[in-house]
């Protein structure tokens, strides 16, 4: 059974940075794309960074362009979010998702399975 795990969610001031794990299990992480996706308070959950089974990064939200990367270690079966510069808007509980093959994709629905969440509060 395919599972995911966030963790090194937090509270952090603007302009700190973190960094969020995905642990998986039950699959082999180099045949699979990993996208993290965020849901703040009211609003809709969204794609923020994926990288595919080609070790290709897609960034799908402009907000953190420069500020969030993504990489992943397949030994260690995990996924990372680098997150810095980390501003109030940043809010969120942020999801690992996962789906076989090569391609990333932004949409929420094209992912099988997905993590707990963790969430990140950025504040002062």
């Known amino acids: 059974q395919l599972q995911l795990v966030e963790t090194g969610g937090g509270l952090v001031q603007p302009g700190g940075s973190l960094t969020l794990s995905c642990t998986t299990s039950?699959?082999?992480?180099?045949?699979?794309?990993i996208g993290w996706f965020r849901q703040a308070p009211g609003k809709e959950r969204e794609g923020v960074l994926c990288?595919?089974?080609?070790?290709?990064?897609?960034n799908y939200a402009d907000s953190v362009e420069g500020r969030f990367t993504i990489s992943r270690d397949n030994a260690k079966n995990t996924v990372y979010l680098q997150m810095s510069s980390l501003k109030p808007e940043d809010t969120a509980i942020y999801y690992c998702a996962a789906v076989g093959g090569w391609y990333c994709s932004r949409y929420a629905v094209n992912y099988d399975s997905w993590g707990q969440g963790t969430q990140v509060t950025v504040a002062s």
């Open positions: 039950g699959f082999t992480l180099e045949h699979y794309t």
């Open positions: 990288i595919s089974g080609r070790d290709e990064s897609t």
